[in-house]
């Protein structure tokens, strides 16, 4: 099992900026690929960014280029997401995943934290 838990969430105003947090207590996230997905109300969940175990690569979805930076630091075992310019429609419960497939992108992650609320208040 690898307990994956975000933080950083919150209520914010359009305009601001934001950087969510995932960590692993007692685990190390760093033989892992890790991603963000967020799951906006009444929509499904969708992935937004990925990145690669030594923090090298990183990958996209067309939803989060320009605003959302994914980064990771291996040696404080976090993986990060920083929104900035925040939008109404940014407001979604923020998912961070982790899979040991070698493989950047959607698809199917082997675990899940229990996701973080963002609401942007215009």
């Known amino acids: 099992q690898l307990p994956l838990v975000e933080s950083g969430g919150g209520l914010v105003q359009a305009g601001d900026s934001l950087r969510l947090s995932c960590t692993a207590s007692?685990?190390?996230?760093?033989?892992?690929?890790m991603a963000w997905f967020r799951q906006a109300p009444g929509k499904v969940r969708e992935f937004g960014a990925a990145i690669d175990r030594r923090g090298k690569d990183v990958y996209y979805s067309d939803a989060m280029k320009g605003r959302f930076t994914i980064s990771r630091d291996n040696a404080s075992n976090s993986v990060y997401l920083q929104i900035v310019s925040l939008k109404p429609e940014d407001t979604a419960v923020y998912y961070c995943a982790a899979r040991s497939l070698d493989w950047l992108g959607p698809g199917t992650y082997d675990y899940w934290g229990q996701g973080i609320q963002v609401t942007v208040h215009s």
């Open positions: 007692g685990r190390t996230l760093s033989t892992y690929n």
